[in-house]
């Protein structure tokens, strides 16, 4: 079956410091999503990303989708505090018709040091 | 956010008990999940309910019965649990009848202990 390998699982950084996490699909994907789960909280929809080869940018945070669109990837510029949490990407794949398959990664823990 | 509610938010439970835990979504969408979280593992989707027809049951056990009445409200009921099934239970809706591709709202989840 499908699978959404993201590593890396942990990522401790000092604050000011860059983060980055990637996404790897074993298939095609039709587009990704990412999610970020605060400590105690629930995952909320960062971005979908949809064309190959696509960039997105929110504010300190950089989205890229692969030109195979097998892989992605988050990028932190100058981390905070705020930016703890898990971040996870969900790969959808088109599973036949209006059919589609949500797959999770397992996420990527970054911790801040203040 | 209050676009999707879970109650109770904690539960804890004995193996032989039943017991049901419920979502309701306001954002008038039609599509409509169950996920289960534990740690060190992925989100795992359990059930999607599409126009409150089970579209998706991802070989859950019987002893997890979804029930979803219309389209704002979801249940899963439970019993005879194990304690590996302790975990996060998250809810989730997204609009379109297949729901892929669409942005998932999550509600606070359910924490669920089995004893």
């Known amino acids: 079956g499908q699978q959404v390998m993201q590593i890396p699982q942990y990522q401790h950084v000092q604050e000011g410091e860059d983060f980055t996490t990637y996404c790897n699909s074993s298939t095609t994907l039709s587009n990704i999503q990412w999610y970020k789960q605060r400590p105690g909280g629930h995952p909320v929809f960062l971005i979908q990303?949809?064309?190959?080869?696509e960039v997105k940018k929110q504010k300190r945070l950089t989205f890229q989708f692969g030109e195979a669109k097998k892989n992605s990837s988050l990028h932190i510029t100058a981390t905070q505090t705020t930016d703890v949490g898990t971040y996870f990407c969900?790969?959808?794949?088109?599973?036949?018709?209006?059919?589609?398959?949500?797959?999770f990664g397992k996420g990527t823990l970054l911790t801040v040091n203040p | 956010e209050t676009g999707v509610t879970q109650t109770p938010r904690h539960l804890v439970m004995g193996m032989t008990n039943k017991k049901s835990l419920k979502c309701e979504q306001h954002l008038g969408h039609n599509a409509m999940y169950w996920y289960k979280q534990s740690a060190k593992k992925p989100l795992e989707l359990m059930f999607v309910?599409?126009?409150?027809?089970?579209?998706e049951n991802n070989s859950v056990p019987s002893r997890f019965s979804p029930e979803c009445p219309n389209s704002s409200h979801l249940f899963l009921h439970l019993h005879t649990l194990q304690p590996e099934d302790s975990a996060l239970y998250l809810c989730?809706?997204?609009?379109?009848?297949?729901?892929?591709?669409?942005?998932?709202?999550f509600g606070p989840g359910t924490r669920l202990t089995v004893l």
């Open positions: 989730a809706s997204s609009q379109g009848p297949s729901g892929g591709g669409r942005t998932q709202y």
């Open positions: 969900a790969g959808i794949k088109n599973s036949g018709g209006s059919n589609y398959k949500l797959t």
């Open positions: 990303l949809v064309k190959s080869g």
């Open positions: 309910y599409s126009l409150e027809e089970r579209v």
